[in-house]
């Protein structure tokens, strides 16, 4: 996904990635436009178009407002799972816990 993809807005604090390729859901960003700004400046919004892809999620991907890169997830990134058919993924807590 590219890093300057594009982001339709929704209203003055929701910003959508739409589904393409692979992804199998949109993606939700929760951001105005000035944090906007800062969260383009890492690969944050190609993570929540990633998460978008994985097996069995459920509604969309998102992101709250203190989105920024992570280990696969962005850090502030949320996404459910089927039980039957989904994953479990540790970047979507964070590797430093134990």
């Not at 939700?28 to 383009?40: G, R, S």
């Not at 997830?73 to 993924?89: L, R, T």
Request: charged fraction near 20%; glycine fraction near 12%.
């Amino acid at each position: 996904m590219p890093t300057d993809m594009a982001l339709r807005k929704l209203d003055d604090f929701r910003w959508l990635i739409p589904r393409t390729g692979p992804m199998k859901t949109e993606g939700l960003v929760y951001t105005d436009e000035a944090m906007l700004a800062t969260i383009k400046k890492d690969a944050s919004l190609e993570q929540v178009a990633n998460v978008a892809c994985l097996p069995g999620i459920v509604g969309r991907s998102m992101a709250m407002p203190d989105i920024h890169w992570g280990y696969g997830f962005p850090i502030g990134g949320v996404a459910a799972f089927d039980m039957e058919d989904g994953i479990i993924s540790p970047g979507g807590v964070g590797y430093d816990i134990n």
